[in-house]
């Protein structure tokens, strides 16, 4: 099992910054790709971010040159630098850990959700 835990969203002024960071614990042998994803109510989630073990990185458009994908490969963290932040920002962003496991299988996790509200 693994276990997501967030950190860092909050309430921001449009044009401001905020840092998200998510841990992973628990039991694996490694953790392979980790992400962002965010969604709002009545949407599908969809990808913000991603970044490979080997700092491989992806980004939607509509945060590219805003928002910054960076991993701490030995302490199994993940963290999202969003700068110039938009109104249409606002959303529940979820951290997403595809772990390889003991016995040879890859799994999904997803960690609980952190609310960011831009206000204009």
């Known amino acids: 099992q693994v276990q997501l835990v967030e950190f860092g969203g909050g309430l921001v002024q449009a044009g401001g910054s905020l840092r998200l960071s998510c841990a992973a614990s628990g039991t694996f042998r490694s953790i392979d790709a980790m992400g962002w994803y965010r969604q709002a109510p009545g949407r599908q989630r969809e990808v913000v971010a991603s970044i490979s073990s080997g700092g491989l990185t992806n980004y939607a458009n509509s945060v590219k040159g805003r928002f910054t994908i960076s991993r701490d490969n030995a302490k199994n963290t993940v963290s999202l630098q969003m700068n110039s932040l938009k109104p249409e920002d606002t959303d529940v962003y979820y951290c997403?850990?595809?772990?390889?496991?003991?016995?040879?299988?890859?799994?999904?996790?997803w960690g609980p959700g952190t609310q960011v509200t831009v206000s204009s």
């Open positions: 997403k850990a595809d772990a390889d496991m003991y016995g040879g299988t890859r799994l999904s996790y």
